[in-house]
């Protein structure tokens, strides 16, 4: 009996797994080589082989969207083995490398990664995969190809994030509430890689940028307000030389780079009109 009920359980999990219009189960784990459900909190690697007419539900936060990719691959080559259907049917849209190529600024020609528009997707393997293939899902926030009038986007740092700059000059406060209007955030630099990643998609020499960093609240504290962290001895800065001020008192109290300041920060008023770069993290 017990043999019985373990046989039709296997059985109708392969049916399920992998044949017709199927809705698996939420709370189904992946099963080794086909199907199952995975919420991605973060990020996942799943190894193959994946079998022929296997279909796997991944889904992530409700307001972000899923990255896939293929480690040490290329994404192109793997839509041969298996299609990425956006949303929880076999009906939802299919990914295609072709329509994803605005998404990434600044590498218009060579999409390596293929984002949802939804929280959700279904892989659906069309033919068996090598036993090599190693297929990566993150999480993402969605980056459009730009958040209004005169201002543009790109996934200019890494594959999840998305970053946007305004070319419309506004004070250090307006800018901050531009950000916030879309779900943003003025720009936080935490390395000389991430700022050099934005600086060569928006150089300063067109105009400065507004970034979160200020000492308004206090003079001589700087702080990146987006993330209410106080600027400590040894984080990284990339002040032009003389600045900040030191005057006592003085009203240089918000940071932006560019303009009169090259490609370095500056101090200057924050009634200053000025462009800014938002920023968004999964
Ligand atoms: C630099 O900052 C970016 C963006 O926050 C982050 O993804 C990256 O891991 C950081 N790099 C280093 C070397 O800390």
New binding site residues.
Partial sequence: MNNQITFYTIALTLVGCCYGNVVLPRDNELLPGCGGYMFVDDEVVIDGPFNENCIMQFETQEDRVLAFSVVDGNIKDALQLLNIHDGFGVDSPMLKVENQIGHEVSRKNKPRVLYTKSSEAIVQFTKTSHSNMKLKIQKAVDCPLGIGDNTQCGRV??DVSCYCATFTGRTFTDQTMFCLDKKMKLAIF??R??EENVQATWPGTAGAYYTSMTDARREGTWVWESSMTVLKAGDYTNWFPGRPSYVANNVEDCMLYGGSYLQFWGDINCATLARAICEAQP
């Fill in positions: 740092v890494d935490e390395n890689t991430e």
